[in-house]
């Protein structure tokens, strides 16, 4: 719902941070029992309305009609939640309603009104119905119940009063809060902005998640190496979980076991887990692009879009690589990351672009290595720097792609374990010996009279 500013104010962009929660358990239960209090909302609104169409009439679906009725219910049917918290579950069904109704008018007659229930929906609050000061939360609650103060796990990077609004939510077994803040765009000295003449081309891959070539032979490699080593083992510790516990899976029909709602809850945990550490992966990724990008004062970003090509079945190895790229989310950060940086990011079609000789512009089979080699003319360099160079002339034809003179390297996922000696993955297998990233064999417990001495030196065993 974006909100109506002053003229000839300066440019802001909404950005969304999300934050844990420092609870205690009464208060934990109370955060819950406002999100299954928003639940209900949800399930009284998709009910007057599965009766509205029994009765053959209109359904309910504007945003002030369904707070009509949500008035003329009175206070208290809702435990906790205030009506601002509950407004905001309507408004959700009300936008749901129309972008659904909007899709079926296109002709996508895939496209459903809400119609699941849910046993905990997100509630959201607009700014002045809540109070944030530093990591200290005031939630509203409904009138006559005791205030409710909450602790957020970490410091936000908004400052206090540009934050619109918050929302809490439920993912996987634990509590978050998304605070949305207003920011403005980046503004900078005279001879130091970006200048929109100045192109870069991107390309996105899954070993380099953006490979970018500049003017003036500049070029930087993010690597994502960590992140596809991230996906492996987490495939890898999926199955193993999974095969280990087969033969607890209840049989169709069956209630499951205790034991089982134990697993599959282990399993949502892990899952989150992963899909946080893969995001934070691609946000870094996507900010080292546009920290180069500033350094060197290019105002466009030109971003080769492969998503044409990747509806098209590839095999169940192949098709998965490409699920685990999450190339939408690639181009999402680096699209925010750039807008709020004052650079513009524009999308051209790929296609073709690993595959043709940027100086002679012949077509050369798609290399399976790293190095791209033209048999006319003998250009060879890079392969993803080579398509980005070619992803950058295909938007304006400015830069003439030349074997860069600066590749600047650049890891994503370095906070992953496995990144480096110091933080070995504990899904990974054990191995002894010299092998490389090995910590060694285990050196024998400390003697007794040793123990609360720190670590046991070799020289220990020696004696
Ligand atoms: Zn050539």
């Given at each position: ?58 359904p309910l679906a504007g945003y002030p009609a369904l707070c009509r009725e949500l008035a003329a219910s009175g206070p208290g049917c809702f435990g906790e939640l205030d009506s601002a918290g509950a407004r905001s579950v309507l408004r959700r069904y ?18 459903r009104f809400p119609r699941r229930r849910r046993k905990m929906m997100p509630v959201r609050w607009y700014h002045d119905t809540f109070a944030l000061d530093g990591r200290r939360l005031r939630i509203p609650v409904a009138r006559g119940c005791s ?101 607890r899976a209840p049989k169709p029909g069956r209630r499951g076991s205790r034991r089982w709602r134990q697993y599959r809850r282990r399993q949502r945990i892990v899952e989150a887990r992963h899909r946080r550490r893969v995001r934070q992966a691609q ?181």
């Amino acid at each position: 719902m974006p909100r109506h500013s002053e003229p000839h104010s300066p440019p802001v962009v909404h950005r969304t941070a999300r934050a844990g929660l420092r609870l205690t358990r009464g208060q934990r239960r109370r955060l819950v029992g406002l999100l299954v209090s928003a639940g209900d909302v949800w399930a009284c609104v998709l009910e007057v309305n599965a009766w509205r169409r029994a009765r053959q009439d209109a359904p309910l679906a504007g945003y002030p009609a369904l707070c009509r009725e949500l008035a003329a219910s009175g206070p208290g049917c809702f435990g906790e939640l205030d009506s601002a918290g509950a407004r905001s579950v309507l408004r959700r069904y009300s936008d749901a309603w129309f972008a659904g109704a909007a899709r079926r008018k296109n002709g996508d007659t895939s496209a459903r009104f809400p119609r699941r229930r849910r046993k905990m929906m997100p509630v959201r609050w607009y700014h002045d119905t809540f109070a944030l000061d530093g990591r200290r939360l005031r939630i509203p609650v409904a009138r006559g119940c005791s205030p409710l103060r909450v602790r957020l796990d970490r410091d936000l990077p908004y400052s206090p009063g540009s934050v619109r609004s918050v929302t809490l939510l439920y993912d996987a077994g634990r509590l978050w809060v998304d605070v949305t803040a207003e920011v403005p765009v980046a503004a900078y000295p005279p001879g130091a902005e970006p200048v929109p003449g100045r192109v870069a081309g991107v390309d996105l891959g899954i070993i380099h998640p953006y490979a970018v070539a500049g003017p003036d032979g500049q070029a930087l490699l993010v690597s994502g190496r960590a992140v596809r080593a991230e996906h492996h083992l987490h495939l890898a510790d999926t199955k193993a979980r999974g095969r280990a516990v087969a033969r607890r899976a209840p049989k169709p029909g069956r209630r499951g076991s205790r034991r089982w709602r134990q697993y599959r809850r282990r399993q949502r945990i892990v899952e989150a887990r992963h899909r946080r550490r893969v995001r934070q992966a691609q946000h870094e990724a996507a900010r080292a692009v546009i920290g180069w990008a500033l350094e060197r004062r290019i105002g466009t970003l030109v971003v080769g879009d492969p998503r044409g090509v990747l509806d098209l079945a590839a095999g169940r190895r192949h098709n998965q690589r490409t699920r685990n790229w999450r190339v939408g989310h690639l181009i999402a950060v680096l699209r925010d990351k750039a807008q709020q940086a004052g650079i513009v990011l524009t999308l051209v079609d790929e296609r073709g672009t690993s595959s043709t000789c940027p100086a002679c512009r012949a077509r050369v089979p798609k290399p399976h290595g790293r190095v791209f080699c033209c048999p006319r003319c003998g250009l060879s360099g890079h392969r993803d720097l080579i398509a980005a160079a070619n992803i950058a002339a295909r938007a304006s034809g400015g830069i003439t792609p030349t074997i860069p003179v600066g590749v600047t390297h650049r890891r994503a996922g370095n906070h992953l374990p496995g990144a480096s000696r110091a933080r070995r993955d504990p899904r990974r297998r054990p191995h002894h010996g010299d092998a490389r990233g090995s910590p060694g064999r285990h050196l024998p417990a400390p003697p007794a009279a040793m123990a609360g001495r720190g670590v046991a030196r070799p020289t220990a065993r020696t004696s």
